[in-house]
T-cell receptor, first 116, second 116 residues
Framework: GAVVSQHPSRVICKSGTSVKIECRSL??????MFWYRQFPKKSLMLMAT?????????EQGVEKDKFLINHASLTLSTLTVTSAHPEDSSFYIC????????????FGNGTRLTVT | AQTVTQSQPEMSVQEAETVTLSCTYDTSESDYYLFWYKQPPSRQMILVIRQEAYKQQNATENRFSVNFQKAAKSFSLKISDSQLGDAAMYFCAYRTKSNTGNQFYFGTGTSLTVIP
C-alpha cells in the first residue's frame, strides 16, 4: 500500500530557531500534499496544501511567512516552522493522495514539535 | 464549504459488543467520497473504510461497516465484535470532487473506549 514517511517524529527546539519537517511519499508520486496541525484531543486542522512545482495554498489564518512549505519534487514536501515560539508547539501531520479524487489520503506518522 | 459533524465526543463499548459512531455532513454536491479514519494513541492516521456517494450499497470491511444515508447526509460507522485494539479516536472525513479543491474535511472526532 501507499506509504508516507514523515521525519522527524519528535523535535525539541528553542524559541527563535527554525525547524524543518519532511514528508515523503515512498512508493507513489504525490503532486499534492497536505499539512495539518492537531491539538490534543482535537481534529486535524488543515494548514496548507502543498503543490509540486508551485506555491503552496494556505488556509485562512495560517501565516505563510512563518510556515514555509516547499514541494520541490513529486515525492517530497517540507514544512519549515520559522522563528518558532512556544505557541507553535503542536503535532503536525502530513498527508498525500495518489491523485485520483476517490483515493484516500495516506498519512505520515506525524511530528511532535516542542518549542522551549 | 462542506462541514462534517460528529456529535459524540466520546463513546464506550464492551469488548465483543457492537458500537455505532455517528457522522453527518453538509454538502450541495452529488458526487463525493466519505471516509472513516482511526487514530490510535500512536497518532498514526489509519484508513478504516470508505464509501462512494454514488454507490447505494454500504461499504464493509471485516468488522467495520457503514450505514450511508445520502438523503439524510449521514454516514455512521458500525464496529462489530469490538476489540481492545479498536480503542482510538475516529474521524469521519468528506472529500470533495470539486475541481476547485482537493481537500478533505474532517469531523471533530469520537474517542472510543473499549472496556475489557
Amino acid at each position: 500500500g501507499a506509504v508516507v514517511s514523515q521525519h522527524p517524529s519528535r523535535v525539541i527546539c528553542k524559541s527563535g530557531t527554525s525547524v524543518k519537517i519532511e514528508c515523503r511519499s515512498l512508493d507513489f508520486q504525490a503532486t499534492t500534499m497536505f499539512w495539518y496541525r492537531q491539538f490534543p484531543k482535537k481534529s486535524l486542522m488543515l494548514m496548507a496544501t502543498s503543490n509540486e512545482g508551485s506555491k503552496a495554498t494556505y488556509e485562512q489564518g495560517v501565516e505563510k511567512d512563518k510556515f514555509l512549505i516547499n514541494h520541490a519534487s513529486l515525492t517530497l514536501s517540507t514544512l519549515t516552522v520559522t522563528s518558532a515560539h512556544p505557541e507553535d508547539s503542536s503535532f503536525y501531520i502530513c498527508s498525500a493522495g495518489q491523485g485520483l479524487w476517490n483515493s484516500p489520503l495516506h498519512f505520515g506518522n506525524g511530528t511532535r514539535l516542542t518549542v522551549t | 464549504a462542506q462541514t462534517v459533524t460528529q456529535s459524540q465526543p466520546e463513546m464506550s463499548v464492551q469488548e465483543a459488543e457492537t458500537v455505532t459512531l455517528s457522522c453527518t455532513y453538509d454538502t450541495s454536491e452529488s458526487d463525493y467520497y466519505l471516509f472513516w479514519y482511526k487514530q490510535p494513541p500512536s497518532r498514526q492516521m489509519i484508513l478504516v473504510i470508505r464509501q462512494e456517494a454514488y454507490k447505494q450499497q454500504n461499504a464493509t470491511e471485516n468488522r467495520f461497516s457503514v450505514n450511508f444515508q445520502k438523503a439524510a447526509k449521514s454516514f455512521s460507522l458500525k464496529i462489530s465484535d469490538s476489540q481492545l485494539g479498536d480503542a482510538a479516536m475516529y474521524f469521519c472525513a468528506y472529500r470533495t470532487k470539486s475541481n476547485t479543491g482537493n481537500q478533505f474535511y474532517f469531523g471533530t472526532g469520537t474517542s472510543l473506549t473499549v472496556i475489557p
